[in-house]
C-alpha cells in the first residue's frame, strides 16, 4: 500500500529536532503522495506567519516539495471531493464535527486506496480509511 503524507507530517519535517519515527518512517519509504490540500494548508500556515526566518524556511519546504514529489500529488477532483462529502455527514450524523481539510484528505485517500500518515489519527477514527501514526509506530 502506499501512503499519503498529512500536513502535520510534513510540517514536523520542518522542525529544529523533528520527532526520529517520523523521520525514520519517511525516510523509508520509496513513494508518498500528497494531497493538494496539503499543500494548500502549507501555504497557508506560511503565509500567516511574519516575515522572516521561520516562513522563508517553510517557504523552502514548499518549494521543495513540489519539485520532490511533482507527480505524486494528487489534485482534488469529483471522486474525493464526493467522498470527503459523505464523510462530513457520517460524522455530523455521529454529533462531530470533521474539518474540511481533514475530510478532504480522507476522501482522497479512500478514492485514491493510500493510507493517511498522520499524527491526528482522531479526525479519521471510524472513517474506513487506513491510517499509520509515526509518531508512535515509526
Do not use: C, W
Not at 525514520?24 to 496539503?38: C, E, K, M, N, P
Not at 491526528?120 to 471510524?126: H, I, R, V, W
Amino acid at each position: 500500500m502506499d501512503y499519503l503524507l498529512d500536513t502535520n507530517i510534513i510540517s514536523e519535517l520542518t522542525q529544529p529536532e523533528p520527532d526520529a519515527g517520523v523521520i525514520r518512517f519517511v525516510g523509508s519509504l520509496s513513494i508518498a503522495h500528497l494531497s493538494a490540500i496539503t499543500l494548500h494548508e502549507l501555504e497557508y500556515g506560511a503565509k500567516l506567519l511574519p516575515e522572516g526566518r521561520r516562513r522563508q524556511n517553510i517557504q523552502g519546504v514548499i518549494v521543495q516539495l513540489v519539485k520532490q514529489y511533482a507527480e505524486y500529488i494528487i489534485p482534488l477532483g469529483r471522486a474525493e471531493a464526493q467522498q470527503a462529502a459523505l464523510f462530513r455527514v457520517q460524522r455530523k450524523q455521529q454529533g462531530y464535527l470533521l474539518p474540511l481539510a481533514d475530510s478532504l484528505i480522507a476522501g482522497t485517500a479512500q478514492v485514491q486506496q493510500l493510507k493517511v500518515v498522520t499524527r491526528n489519527t482522531k479526525d479519521f477514527a471510524g472513517l474506513g480509511v487506513e491510517v499509520f501514526n509515526p509518531f508512535i509506530n515509526g
